[in-house]
């Protein structure tokens, strides 16, 4: 658990870090909107399921990163660091942000290969004519 500031990695248990990059990873993929509407299901694994830290613990990181100036996604970095140190915060944070942005790009790079195929042109006239009528 949050044992300290840790700048070496040897102190870590790499099962705790493969599991902190789990967690963070699969959230990535829900995180639309950002990471606020993540934090009931992030405070729920963090303090309920893995017993990484209390809620009070969770709390006042939470509030800390709110503080901060920067991103929102503080918050996950703040968490890392609380369980696992410096790797922790490390792991988590890249976690976080690698699988959505990976996603992205890979949408986007497809997008842009079948952009002109027939097909492609009526899903997205389909999609427009049906937020027209929303």
């Known amino acids: 658990m949050g044992s300290g500031f840790s700048w070496r990695s040897d102190n870590v248990d790499s099962n705790l870090l493969t599991e902190l990059a789990t ?6 993929l829900m995180a639309v909107g950002g ?4 934090l009931p299901e992030m405070h729920r694994l963090v303090v309920e399921t893995y017993h990484w830290m209390t809620d009070a613990q969770f709390t006042t990181l939470f509030a800390i990163t709110q503080g901060a100036p920067g991103p929102n996604v503080l918050v996950v970095a703040a968490i890392g ?14 976690a976080i942000c690698l699988p959505s942005a990976l996603l992205a790009g890979g949408v986007a ?4 290969r079948v952009a002109e195929a027939p097909w492609a042109r009526n899903i997205q006239q ?3 004519l049906s937020l027209i009528h929303i």
Do not use: E
């Not at 967690?23 to 990535?28: C, D, I, T």
């Open 81 to 94: 660091w609380q369980v696992a140190g410096i790797p922790g915060a490390m792991v988590s944070l890249s």
């Open 23 to 28: 967690v963070f990873a699969k959230l990535s």
């Open 126 to 128: 389909g999609l427009v």
């Open 109 to 112: 790079t497809l997008r842009d």
């Open 35 to 38: 990471i606020n509407p993540l």
